[in-house]
């Protein structure tokens, strides 16, 4: 079936430092990739996503890039700020039309200090 | 509505009993999806209405668990006879069309505590 494995936190990080949260996940067919954020006191939130093979996601300074020869969508950021402090879920979804739900990693929660 | 609403927002109730959770999506999303997210566990799927099709059940952990969605609207999300292993955050969320690309936009969630 379906699953994604995400690294596990907590990760603990000072402002400015580069950030890689490793995502990596099993499929079938040609999956949709999507990191999700969840900030304190808020619902998820689409972070960014990538639909085909080699194609890059990016939003608010955070990448991904969809790398079908290692199966991974990996989230860097160059530059942490205490903002992102939050957890991010890498998820996929399989099929080209509905009956498509996400299949969710188990968070990774990030914390930046200052 | 402007978002995804869900209701309410905090539930404690005794083991055994009935808890209904409300959750009224995006006006003309016609995907709907109910999410179940533990401490350590993540995201857990539950169920999935698309339209006018029946709903994908797969994600329901047991028998106790079950969900309807009215008028291709708001769902209710309804758990019986509740254990302490249900107590967990419920999230609704939906999407426009429902393929395999597009964003979910997620309500704030319920949380359930069972004693």
């Known amino acids: 079936g379906n699953s994604v494995t995400q690294m596990e936190g907590p990760v603990t990080l000072s402002e400015e430092a580069f950030l890689t949260i490793n995502c990596t996940y099993t499929?079938?067919?040609?999956?949709?990739l999507f990191w999700y954020v969840q900030y304190p006191g808020e619902g998820l939130q689409l972070l960014l996503k990538a639909t085909k093979a080699d194609d890059k996601g990016s939003n608010k300074g955070f990448e991904a890039t969809y790398r079908k020869e290692t199966t991974s969508f990996h989230l860097e950021k160059g530059s942490v700020q205490v903002s992102d402090s939050a957890v991010y879920f890498c998820?996929?979804?399989?099929?080209?039309?509905?009956?498509?739900?996400?299949?969710f990693g188990k968070g990774t929660r990030l914390s930046v200090i200052a | 509505g402007a978002g995804v609403s869900q209701s309410p927002s905090n539930k404690v109730t005794e083991k055994g009993k009935d808890v209904e959770l409300r959750c009224d999506p995006i006006s003309g999303h016609t995907a709907l999806y109910w999410y179940r997210q533990s401490l350590g566990q993540g995201l857990e799927f539950l169920i999935y209405?698309?339209?006018?099709?029946?709903?994908?059940k797969s994600g329901l952990p047991s028998d106790r668990f079950s969900a309807e969605r009215t008028g291709g609207s708001v769902s209710t999300l309804t758990i019986q006879r509740t254990q302490q292993e249900d107590s967990a955050v419920y999230l609704c969320?939906?999407?426009?069309?429902?393929?395999?690309?597009?964003?979910?936009?997620f309500g704030s969630g319920t949380q359930l505590s069972v004693l």
């Open positions: 969320a939906s999407s426009l069309g429902g393929t395999a690309t597009e964003k979910l936009f």
């Open positions: 998820a996929l979804s399989a099929g080209v039309s509905g009956n498509t739900p996400l299949v």
């Open positions: 209405f698309q339209g006018n099709s029946a709903p994908d």
């Open positions: 499929a079938t067919g040609y999956p949709s």
